[in-house]
């Protein structure tokens, strides 16, 4: 099975920066795509940022030019730079893993979810 151990969130005044970082770890054969979803409070799970194995990312529109995702291959871990947060941008924040776990193989996987708050 794999593994995720999500860390970086808290609370932050508007306008200020965080950084989440999301470790995968398990038996991986290789990671597909790596990102970022987040569930505010009375609303659906969104797709904030997700980056694919040959570096490709995607970003939801409320979060381009404030938002950075990155990876570190070698130690499978996503990284969410925030940056200019705003009180709309406090919800939890969930890591996401599409891995292939055997020959053939491939799954998808949540990691707990870390909260993060925007407030003065």
């Known amino acids: 099975q794999v593994q995720l151990v999500e860390s970086g969130g808290g609370l932050v005044q508007p306008g200020g920066s965080l950084r989440l970082s999301c470790a995968a770890s398990?038996?991986?054969?290789?990671?597909?795509?790596m990102g970022w979803y987040r569930q505010a409070p009375g609303k659906e799970r969104e797709l904030v940022a997700h980056?694919?194995?040959?570096?490709?990312?995607k970003y939801a529109d409320s979060v381009k030019g404030r938002f950075t995702i990155s990876r570190d291959n070698a130690k499978n871990t996503v990284y969410l730079q925030m940056k200019r947060l705003k009180p709309e941008d406090t919800a939890v924040y969930y890591c996401n893993v599409a891995a292939q776990i055997a020959t053939m193989v491939w799954d998808e996987y949540w990691g707990q979810g870390t909260p993060v708050t925007v407030s003065s």
């Open positions: 398990g038996s991986i054969f290789s990671i597909t795509a």
């Open positions: 980056i694919i194995s040959g570096g490709s990312t």
